[in-house]
């Protein structure tokens, strides 16, 4: 199957670069997510998820990027910002969400 792998960031994660940044200046754009070591497929996603749906896969588009992960080197250059929580630990703590509140 595709692999299609993007990288994941955990909501505390996010907030918690958002109050970091509040009364800090950041020079420019900075790209935000999981990182290198927070990568999965939308495949994998929804199996680790234990999602029960069908999955038929089609030949590539001419658009699909198969590939992305952001590079947080900026925003951890201005802040020392680096996401803290391991992908299985924030997709373990989606899965009691979702599992508490759907």
């Not at 299609?4 to 670069?17: K, Q, S, T």
């Not at 198969?66 to 201005?78: N, P, R």
């Amino acid at each position: 199957f595709p692999s299609h792998d993007r990288d994941a960031l955990y909501v505390d994660d996010l907030m918690g670069l958002y109050d970091q940044s509040w009364n800090n200046y950041i020079r420019g754009a900075c790209n935000i997510g999981g990182g290198e070591e927070n990568q999965l497929s939308l495949h994998d996603l929804i199996h680790t998820m234990g999602i029960d749906v069908p999955i038929t896969y089609k030949g590539w588009r001419p658009s699909d990027q198969l590939y992305y992960v952001s590079d947080v080197t900026k925003i951890y250059e201005d802040l020392g910002w680096y996401p803290t929580t391991p992908l299985d630990v924030g997709l373990k703590k989606l899965r009691e969400y979702v599992e508490e509140y759907a």
